[in-house]
């Protein structure tokens, strides 16, 4: 995870997302997140506190396509069928499945909602638009919902420290300004696209607060 990060890697992990009838394949969304974290470091250690614990859920997932039911978690779909049938997710209080796959990806999912909305500001910003922001915003609208008082509060000191706009575009690998902004524009969809198929699928089946 360690490569420099290029904005096109996102994209191609985030195309192969999805198949035909929209189901969205674990292996895809796991590289995309990958990718995405390669992005979080390239910037310090600002976006640690996030980027450590995906990385943890990451490992937990890969855990579950490698493992001898690896076929059950092709899918995000098939995942959730499984685990449900199987009684392999703690609904309502912690217990004897706290890695479940349900639950693991339900982070990665809203950590997820929190990035695509920072990029889809950076993507619209101007020179004296402001990162710290931007990020806070998009934290606000998002994780800041899942978190005590506490991360919010630490959260919120980070962002003042993150790096300025250029920066940003800079550790992006995609060109100047205008071809990150293209590509941003080209890349976003599809992350909306499988973040939004994702929220359905756990709002259908109650898992959206899963403890």
Not at 30 to 37: K, T
Not at 136 to 161: D, M, Q
Request: charged share 20%; glycine share 4%.
């Amino acid at each position: 995870m360690s490569e420099t990060f290029r904005l096109q890697k996102v994209l191609d992990a985030f195309r192969s997302c999805l198949s035909e009838n929209k189901e969205v394949y674990v292996k895809y969304y796991i590289e995309g997140w990958q990718d995405l974290v390669s992005f979080m470091n390239s910037l310090g250690n600002v976006f640690s506190f996030i980027s450590n614990d995906v990385v943890s859920k990451i490992k937990i997932m890969e855990n579950f396509l490698s493992g001898e039911n690896g076929s059950h978690y092709v899918t995000i779909q098939s995942m959730v069928k499984y685990e449900l049938e199987n009684d392999l997710v703690d609904l309502t209080k912690r217990g004897n499945h706290p890695e479940s796959g349900c639950r693991t990806l339900l982070r990665l999912h809203r950590a997820l909602h929190w990035l695509e909305l920072f990029l889809e500001r950076l993507r619209t910003s101007t020179e004296d638009s402001k990162t710290s922001v931007m990020c806070s915003e998009a934290y606000n609208e998002s994780l800041a919902h899942h978190h005590p008082w506490l991360i919010r509060k630490t959260v919120g000191v980070a962002f003042c420290v993150i790096p300025g706009r250029d920066a940003f575009f800079e550790v992006m690998n995609a060109g100047d300004h205008t071809q990150v902004v293209a590509l941003l524009g080209e890349s976003l969809p599809l992350v909306s696209e499988v973040y939004q198929i994702t929220e359905a699928l756990y709002a259908k089946n109650n898992l959206l607060e899963l403890p």
